[in-house]
């Protein structure tokens, strides 16, 4: 078998196996728009008596939150950490081990179908809700679509790194035997950081441009305020590129010497 | 007297059991205290940056919204302390059949449900939402009375009553579901809505999340006792809604109880 279809076959069973859950998924993203709601009341009485708050007008603040909750299902990781964990816990990595197919490939494919599921399923309940929603929404003009190219390779970019976090804390388990506290600190700094609490262009200036060097804002943020014209500048939008490019990099290697030296300290047991 | 007085000792041995646990766990125990610390500053955080560009929400300033959202914060803190992991067991117990330890018990289910664990990690968080209340009300310059501070902390007991209700109806669909894999997550989705100020909701979001569920009124109510003094009509609301929505809870639990069949394997 070559090497791609091996790692075909393994993102085909994870759709079957993601598609077992569509009912959760859909009311997962049935909650989340109760969130929209929230986020669609608390903006927009924030905005009573102005037209712009951080330079944005209403539409574009709830266009760049309507895209965000698209984007989490189609980004987040949301339980590749715990799986792996699990795996390594249940002494199911074993047979990694003595079969010729790299970890890291297996469950990068169970990533790919789990948000080609999840992301499916959560544009069902935003499309019913679209006509309600379409006029409070505004997409940037068409002097923005030099951004929306530099947007597609950041998406990718996103997913990798969104995945490579998530799989960085499931190998932690070699070290510690519970890791869901560490899981959900990172995801209240990804909750901030990563631009899910407020855009992050709102924040103090030293503070966004601090944020821009970390990893978090690589997330999500930075595709979403690509393709809301939040980001307006080709220039930073191409460093900003070639930033996340450098984190993912950096992280692929982080999680490779996790791999390395968990393998190590790991025992494999039974028969 | 002597039933309740029963269960008060069941329930203080449970606290008594798990405070022994959590210190048995002393570095999950400070590593959950700290995520929760830093969830309730992402909320007075975005406070923050919100007011940096605004000077209002809904007629609401900024310090009037940091005693309700420290409000808010001040309710979920003891939820997650005494009810939170129980209930949320509940869904997953339903589903494996470990719920059948809870019914060969000499007490009432529900009770037992409820009070099992106490979660040392939510509740060393109360005293900070204290703080985030008490700071708000200084910078507000109240002085509440001893009337006003009484009913506060009895529309807070409310408030935990109301929250424990949603999340025991929401849980309890377990019972028709068979899995509670998410369903938590309708409880988090309605309960952001008690960040929000009464009046920035209009329309039929008004109608649906002040009258016809609780989420608004949970911290509205408290908030505006500090804030605007004592109003019988919301008192009323207050402690009207708690035994209502208490009522209802309780119903939709002992019906989904007459539907549990257990599990096998």
Sequence with gaps: ????????????????????YRWNFALRAAFSLLHLVYVFILWGAAYQGQTEIGGFPLSA??????????????????????????????????????????YLGYRLSLYFSARFIMGGLSLLPVLLALPLLWPHLALPGEEHLPLYLVA?????LSALIQFTIAYCFGLLTFWFLEIQSFVILSLAVEAVLGGQVFPLDLMPGWLY????????YYQMYFPAALLTGRIT?????????????????????????????????HTAVGG | MSALARYARIWLASIRYSLVRAMMFRGDFIMWA???????????????????????????????????????????????????????????NVRSGHFDFFLAQPG?????????????????????????????????????????????ALFILCGLALHYATLLAIISMVFWLQSAKGIEGGYFGLT?????PREALRGVANVVFVYLLPVIIVSNVPARVLIHGFEPIYAAWMVGATLLWLAIAIRIFHAGLRRYASASS
């Design chain 1, 233 to 265: 500048d080709f220039g930073l939008a191409l460093q900003g590129l070639a930033i996340q490019a450098g984190w993912t990099v950096l992280l692929l290697g982080i999680a490779q010497l996790l791999w390395r030296r968990g393998l190590r300290r």
């Design chain 2, 108 to 152: 009432s289910p529900l009770f037992m449900v409820s009070t099992r664990k106490f979660d040392l990690d939510g509740f060393i968080n109360v005293p900070v939402a204290i703080a985030i209340v008490v700071y708000a009300a200084k910078q507000l310059g109240l002085e509440p009375t001893t009337g006003q501070l009484a009913a506060y």
């Design chain 2, 192 to 196: 952001e809505f008690s960040r929000l």
């Design chain 1, 152 to 156: 597609i390779p950041a998406l990718l």
């Design chain 1, 209 to 216: 441009e601090l944020s821009r060097w970390l990893p978090y």
């Design chain 1, 61 to 102: 603040t709830l266009t760049y939150f309507t895209l965000l909750l698209v984007l989490q299902f189609f980004l987040s990781a949301a339980n590749d950490d715990y799986e792996i964990s699990e795996e390594i816990r249940n002494g199911l990595i074993n047979q990694f081990l003595t079969k010729p197919i790299n």
């Design chain 1, 1 to 20: 078998m070559s090497a791609l279809a091996k790692y075909r076959q393994v993102f085909l069973t994870g759709i079957q196996t993601n598609l077992v």
């Design chain 2, 34 to 92: 700290l995520v929760e610390l830093f969830w309730m500053s992402v909320n007075v955080l975005l406070v923050g940056i919100i007011y940096s560009h605004t000077d209002s929400i809904a007629g609401w300033s900024q310090y009037q919204m940091l005693l309700l959202v420290g409000t808010t914060l001040l309710v979920q803190r003891l939820l997650m302390a005494f009810f939170w992991s129980n209930l949320f067991e509940m869904g997953r």
